[in-house]
């Protein structure tokens, strides 16, 4: 079982930046996929990055050209920068392992928030 704990969320405006974090405890991290997924108001979550132990790196075509996704397997984390935001991006984001089906490995984390509003 992998422990996880996303931060980096905020309130940004239209066009601006944010980076969030994921840090994950347990054993095993290293070899798993990794994705940041997404929860806005209403909607259902959708997995929109993931990258595989590799660094082999995949993104929803909403966020394409926008979000990277990075993770450094020594320190036990993953990145997502997220760039040109937009209102559409407000969502709460969740760190999670992305096992077959893009379906969620392991238990949800908290989340964090990002709300992009002018």
């Known amino acids: 079982q992998v422990h996880i704990v996303e931060s980096g969320g905020g309130l940004v405006q239209p066009g601006g930046s944010l980076r969030l974090s994921c840090a994950a405890s347990?054993?095993?991290?290293?070899?798993?996929?990794m994705g940041w997924y997404r929860q806005a108001p209403g909607k259902q979550r959708e997995l929109v990055a993931t990258?595989?132990?590799?660094?082999?790196?995949n993104y929803a075509d909403s966020v394409k050209g926008r979000f990277t996704i990075s993770r450094d397997n020594t320190e036990k984390m993953v990145y997502l920068q997220m760039n040109s935001l937009k209102a559409e991006d407000t969502a709460v984001y969740y760190c999670?392992?992305?096992?077959?089906?893009?379906?969620?490995?392991w238990g949800w984390g908290q989340g964090t928030q990002v709300t992009v509003s002018s």
């Open positions: 347990g054993n095993f991290f290293t070899i798993y996929t």
């Open positions: 999670n392992g992305v096992a077959s089906g893009s379906t969620p490995r």
């Open positions: 990258i595989t132990s590799g660094q082999n790196a």
